[in-house]
């Protein structure tokens, strides 16, 4: 009995209209924070109104940061066409003319420089372009990356900023700085042949004024590793000119070892090339 009534308390629910408001309240101000404009941002009060209805599209949001007025009654015309089933027997109010504001936020070069400086951890750095505008972005919550993409043997590097709103990539800035920080990399202290194990005698330390990419500059890094090209007196070691010392050299003898159960079998090889410790 007590399920037999339920049903029918249910489907009397169901058989009840949907009632709105006879009357449909627009804003004096829109605050946007999408692309587009939809009916749930327009209505002073959406309530009672299926999500089918207010998440209708009416128009293009105005560009970030920016304003739009239109008549309110244009914005009716828009609503009518759209949703004619929705204003049936419905009246309006609304002001005259009704402001759409495109929500935003901006980031200033006093702010993006120190972030730039933090995530390349160069703290000696200042922007090339001096009127560089403000960016101005999407409102939400705010992430930056910062890759760098280029320096060449000078004390200029260009850098991309990538900014993230709600995860979400809105914009990419590429930034032109310059830094006058000194730095201590090793060079060549003579004429270094390709495949030589390097010692102490063959590098001797530079301070430099420029960034030079990939430059090894811990001393630690450089010794007892071999040559991967020729390398000239004065030329800077990077992380490409150097590698680890191979533990089997190409064209000379290797002893190969094969065992199976109580058999061993032994023989000497030519290697074909060099070999490193863990490689297959």
């Known amino acids: 009995r007590f399920f037999l009534l339920f ?6 629910f169901l058989s009840q209209p949907v009632l709105y408001s006879s009357t449909l309240i627009l804003k004096a101000i829109v605050n946007v924070s999408e ?12 309530s009672g109104i299926p999500d089918g209805f ?3 599209e009416l128009f293009p949001a105005p560009p970030i940061g920016r304003n739009m007025v239109y008549s309110s009654q244009y914005v009716k015309q828009i609503i009518s066409m759209k949703l004619p089933s929705l ?6 109010s609304s002001p005259e003319k009704i402001t759409f504001i495109r929500e935003s936020q901006v980031v200033t070069c006093d702010e993006l420089l120190p972030i730039v400086k933090e995530k390349l951890n160069i703290s000696d750095l200042e922007l090339l372009s001096v009127n560089s505008s403000d960016i101005v972005l999407p409102a939400g919550n705010l992430g930056m990356d910062v890759k760098q993409l280029s320096s060449g043997n000078s004390n200029v590097i260009v850098v991309k900023v990538s900014f993230f709103v709600d995860g979400k990539n809105v914009k990419s800035i590429n930034l032109s700085l310059k830094t006058n920080m ?7 202290s003579r004429y270094i042949q390709k495949g030589v194990l390097i ?7 530079k301070v430099i004024e420029n960034i030079v990419p990939y430059a090894v500059e811990d001393k630690k890094d450089i010794l ?3 040559t991967t090209r020729t390398i000239y007196p004065g030329q800077v070691i990077t992380d490409s000119s150097i590698t680890e010392e191979p533990l089997v050299s190409k064209n000379r003898e290797v002893e190969a070892i094969k065992r199976t159960g109580s058999l061993t079998v032994t023989t000497v090889l030519i290697a074909l090339q060099d070999g490193y410790l863990g490689q297959t």
């Open 87 to 92: 204003i049936a027997d419905k009246d309006f």
């Open 7 to 12: 049903m029918v308390i249910f489907l009397l």
């Open 54 to 56: 207010l998440l209708t």
């Open 35 to 46: 692309d587009k404009v939809y009916l749930k941002d327009v209505l002073e009060d959406p």
């Open 182 to 188: 000194k730095k201590v990399v090793y060079v060549a």
């Open 199 to 205: 010692t102490e005698d063959m590098i001797a330390e």
């Open 224 to 226: 007892g590793k071999v």
